[in-house]
């Protein structure tokens, strides 16, 4: 047992967060997700809500300082604008403020996003039913 360790984080996850280098990126995937398509890694954390995910990998993580973006979110697609409010969206950016006042926060369009999360070190597929809680995360330096 370790203290002080958001129980969330599973030996698995912690490894991956040990491992991963500065400017690495992570995805934290809401149930939609083809989270299996893509990542080099794949966790599971079905059942866990994406704010809570965000919460504990924010608790072991820093932002990275020299990229900006460094949080991204995935944009809306065009026929969504102005019918859906993705409420989770100031939920994420609230748990980001509280772990890290370095916060660069950006939009990627859709496909742009798939592209980009196939490029991560990790996808951690987490059971979040809100559309559109995907975020991108890059790691930053101690």
């Known amino acids: 047992m370790l203290k002080n360790v958001n129980p969330l984080l599973s030996p698995d996850l912690l490894k991956i967060l040990c491992e991963m280098g500065h400017g690495d990126e992570i995805v934290i995937a809401d149930a939609n997700f083809p989270s299996a398509n893509y990542g080099q890694r794949l966790v599971r954390a079905d059942g866990i ?6 919460d504990a990998v ?25 019918k859906v409010n993705p409420v989770i969206w100031k939920e994420y950016e609230e748990i ?15 496909f742009d996003f798939y592209e980009r999360a196939k490029k991560a070190y990790c996808v951690i597929a987490t059971g979040e039913k809100a559309i559109y809680a995907n975020v991108i995360i890059k790691k930053g330096v101690i």
């Open 49 to 54: 809500s994406g704010t809570a995910m965000l």
């Open 96 to 110: 980001a403020n509280k772990h890290d006042k370095n916060l660069r926060l950006s939009n990627q369009e859709r």
């Open 58 to 82: 924010l608790s072991v993580l820093p932002l990275d300082t020299y990229s900006d973006p460094n949080f991204i979110l995935m944009q809306l697609v065009p026929s969504d604008v102005g």
